[in-house]
Structure formats: structure tokens, C-alpha cells
């Protein structure tokens, strides 16, 4: 018996597969675009929703054991040069010694286990000795609270970015 | 084919971490009362360094001699040509506005400079702004502890008779019963200081 062979012409087969494969990446496509979608909506949320805290406290801690770290030679740096607070969001500087000496944490002279609550009501640049730098000083900027819409992004992903960083500084 | 399915397997987890982030970055409660005083505090407030320097009356001056009023202190020097004399103008105002109250307020001013200012010149320095004013000198050592107790700084720029003194600037808040509650930056108008004091007066 003779067998006749049939082969599947080469541009059938490559369309069966594509129709194989079409409901697969439909469903990827889907859910590209529902995270697109989810991205978008959440940015918006982040442009036009108030920026509500549970407290309006910006918290710097001199951690336990940093004045022995400092006189093993360790150079310890607790506080940035430049702190960045926004009215009515973030603008209460809070100092606070966890350490076993006094240290002078900004404009303070604060003690073991005491903390150090200083608001601000001002937009402005504000500059303080503070011996807890090479400088000498320490700038505090106060910035008036952002309008709605693009200030409002910016300023969510500029404290996102600060947090990330702060995160970063402090893992070991 | 294989590069783009990569590229969107990466990309969902991104944009997932993202939008986590977004979210992160607003916490929805809601927002946090604003503190009592104007000025920054202190938690848990600590007594208030003692010292014993020579007052501008011609008394030795002690911080438990006013204990009873709310003790307002400030740092800096008579040839201050900017800093000191606002401060001294706004503390002034505040204690007018206080009325009667301003009896249990004392206003105390430790000088940074004790090479030129002594009690006489202090005393004339402070009848100008208020005559209640108490100012406060005496040997640099002296002054230089109490500065550290309190955390001032405080340190000559120049070598002639010229020189100033650059100094921190800020005002100590002394309850009546001795402790240190707060300190006011430089800058605060009189009312936030009548604000302050009455907050301190009423407990």
C-alpha cells in the first residue's frame, strides 16, 4: 500500500499556532493594561488626593550606642545638613535621643531618653548651630504646603525617595 | 518573541512594586494635632541647669531666685548689633502684652561677651528695652559652663576691639517650678511668646 502523505502547508500550521496562542496573549495584553490602567489611577490619586498623616512629626533618633561608636572613630552621621518640612504635612522636627549622653542634636542640648518637638508655622530657610556637624550648621527648609495636581505627585515621590533613602542609609 | 515575554514578565512585578510604593508613600489617616507651645519642647522637660552669675541689679544671680515665674532666657551681647536687640524688642512687647500677668514673667539675659559687658553696662543695656530685665555676667569660665549646660554656642570672629561674637540664638522657656520646657528659635513674634507664657502660667 501506498501511503500518501498530506504534510500541513507551512502557512496553515503557523496559523493554527497563532490561533493557539492568541487567547494567551490576549490575556497578558489584559492584564498589562489593567496594571497600566491600576498605575495611571494611582498616580492620579497621588496628584489630586489631600496628603493626610497620621502625624505631622518628621522623626530623626540619635540611636543607642552612637557616642561610643563616635569615640571608637566611627563617623557616625544621624542627621543630614538639610531637612526639608512642609506646612501643614510634615512640620514638626522631632529630635529625639535614644543615646546614654547628652548630644547636641540641632538647635538642642537634648538628654538620654528625651526628645526634642520642634513645629514650624513659617515657609522659610531656617540655619542653626549644631554641633552634630563638620559644618557646624544645620538648615532647616520649610516649604509651603503643594497645591493639588502636579505638586502634590511631586511631593509624594520626593518623600517617597527620601524614605527609600533613609531606609537605605540605616540598614547595615 | 522571547526578549518582549521577559520584558512584560518583569514588568508586571514592577509596576506592582510601584503602585505599592505610591500607595506607601500617603498613609490615609488622618492628620496629627499640632503641638501646644510655639516653640519646641522639651519631653520629658529636665530641670533647668542652676547657675550663679552677677546680675546687672548688682545681686547675685541664681535661677532658683525666680522660682514662682515663668523665666525667659536669652544669650548674646551688648554690642549685638542685629540679633540680640530684636530679641530683647520682641521680648519686651510680649511682656507689655502679658499686663498683668507680666509680673510672673522674668526676663533673663546672659551675656556671651563678659570682657566688655559688665553689670553697669548690662543694667543700662536693659532699661532701654525693659527695666524689669535682669542681665547676667561674670567670669568666662562661669559662663562658658553654664553655656555647655544649656547647649549655647558662643565664639568670637575678629582679634581687634571690633569683633563680634557669633552665638545660637535662641530663647529658653523656664516654668515656675524649674524646668526646662522649651526653646524658641530666633525669629517668633511677641504673640507667639504671650501664647507661650500664658500656656506656661496657666499649669
Known amino acids: 500500500m501506498t501511503q500518501t502523505l498530506h504534510p500541513t502547508p507551512p502557512a496553515a500550521g503557523l496559523g493554527a499556532r497563532n490561533r493557539a496562542r492568541s487567547p494567551r496573549r490576549a490575556r497578558r495584553a489584559a492584564v ?64 529625639r535621643n535614644a543615646d546614654e549622653v547628652p ?18 508655622a513659617t515657609a522659610s530657610t531656617y540655619s542653626f548651630a549644631c554641633s552634630a556637624h563638620a559644618s557646624g ?15 502634590t505627585l511631586r511631593w509624594r515621590l520626593r518623600d517617597l525617595a527620601d524614605a527609600m533613602r533613609r531606609h537605605l542609609l540605616a540598614a547595615p | ?25 500617603a498613609s490615609p489617616a488622618s492628620a496629627g494635632a499640632a503641638p501646644a507651645l510655639k516653640a519646641g519642647v522639651f519631653e520629658p522637660p ?3 541647669p542652676e547657675f550663679s552669675l552677677r546680675g546687672s541689679d548688682g545681686a547675685e544671680l541664681t535661677l532658683a531666685r525666680y522660682r514662682g515665674k515663668v523665666v525667659l532666657m536669652s544669650f548674646g551681647y551688648t554690642h549685638c548689633a542685629a540679633v540680640c536687640p530684636v530679641t530683647l524688642a520682641t521680648l519686651a512687647e ?7 500677668a507680666a509680673d510672673a514673667v522674668q526676663v533673663i539675659f546672659v551675656t556671651v561677651d563678659p570682657e566688655r559687658d559688665d553689670a553697669a553696662r548690662m543694667k543700662a543695656y536693659m532699661a532701654a528695652f525693659d527695666a524689669s530685665f535682669v542681665g547676667a555676667t561674670g567670669s568666662t569660665d562661669a559662663l562658658s559652663a553654664m553655656r555647655r ?26 516654668d515656675r517650678t524649674g524646668k526646662l520646657r522649651a526653646q524658641m528659635p ?18
Open chain 1, 103 to 120: 548630644q547636641a542634636f540641632g538647635p538642642a542640648l537634648i538628654m538620654p531618653g528625651q526628645s526634642f518637638r520642634l513645629p514650624f
Open chain 2, 94 to 100: 510680649a511682656r507689655k502684652s502679658l499686663g498683668n
Open chain 2, 46 to 48: 529636665r530641670a533647668a
Open chain 1, 32 to 95: 498589562v493594561l489593567l496594571l497600566v490602567l491600576l498605575l495611571l489611577g494611582t498616580l492620579a490619586w497621588a496628584a489630586l488626593a489631600p496628603i493626610e498623616r497620621s502625624s505631622r512629626d518628621e522623626l530623626f533618633e540619635i540611636p543607642h550606642g552612637t557616642w561610643a561608636r563616635r569615640m571608637a572613630g566611627d563617623k557616625v552621621e544621624i542627621l543630614p545638613s538639610t531637612i526639608r518640612l512642609t506646612l501643614g504635612i510634615n512640620d514638626v522636627l522631632l529630635l
Open chain 1, 137 to 151: 550648621q544645620l538648615a532647616v527648609i520649610v516649604e509651603p504646603g503643594p497645591e493639588r495636581g502636579w505638586d
Open chain 2, 186 to 203: 530666633y525669629g517668633h513674634s511677641a504673640g507667639d511668646f504671650v501664647h507661650d507664657v500664658k500656656l506656661l502660667l496657666a499649669q
Open chain 2, 1 to 25: 518573541m522571547h526578549s518582549s515575554l521577559t520584558l512584560r514578565k518583569r514588568a508586571a512585578p514592577l509596576l506592582l512594586s510601584l503602585l505599592m510604593a505610591c500607595l506607601a508613600a
Open chain 2, 149 to 174: 549646660s544649656y547647649g549655647v554656642t558662643a565664639r568670637k570672629q575678629g582679634t581687634s576691639d571690633g569683633y563680634v561674637m557669633d552665638h545660637s540664638s535662641s530663647i529658653y522657656l523656664i
